[in-house]
């Protein structure tokens, strides 16, 4: 099996990142952890390693450029404008708390 989950990459983290990633994603857990899960679960694990930042700055630059375009195909109505908003909030906080938090690359088998 091979996965991508967000993760922590550290123990402890400011609490402006903690909460939002507990707000969007609940089930946000460090490495350890998660491996763990995958253990306990009958998985023998591979290997894993972080995406690189690079990865991230793929998926929001594009994003970026097309802001204005999908605000007004969707005519400024409130939730386009609470998914953009939302989002440039995701991409400030990425910007301020990576070295926290990265999308882990799992590959584990089946035991």
């Known amino acids: 099996m091979a996965v991508t989950e967000i993760s922590w990459l550290t123990e402890t983290r400011p609490d402006e990142i903690e909460h939002f990633w507990k707000k969007n994603y609940s089930e946000i857990d460090t490495v350890e952890k998660k491996l763990m899960q995958l253990e306990n679960s009958g ?3 591979i290997n894993h390693f972080t995406l690189p930042n690079e ?3 793929s998926y ?6 097309k802001f204005k ?3 007004k195909k969707w ?3 409130k939730q386009a404008l ?3 908003n939302e989002t440039k909030i ?10 926290y938090y990265g999308y882990e690359f799992y590959i584990a088998q089946n035991e």
């Open 82 to 84: 609470d998914f953009v």
């Open 69 to 71: 375009t999908f605000l």
């Open 90 to 99: 995701e991409m400030e906080l990425f910007e301020k708390y990576s070295q």
């Open 55 to 57: 990865c991230w700055e």
């Open 75 to 77: 005519e400024n109505k």
């Open 43 to 45: 998985y023998k694990i």
């Open 60 to 65: 929001f630059e594009p994003m970026k450029n």
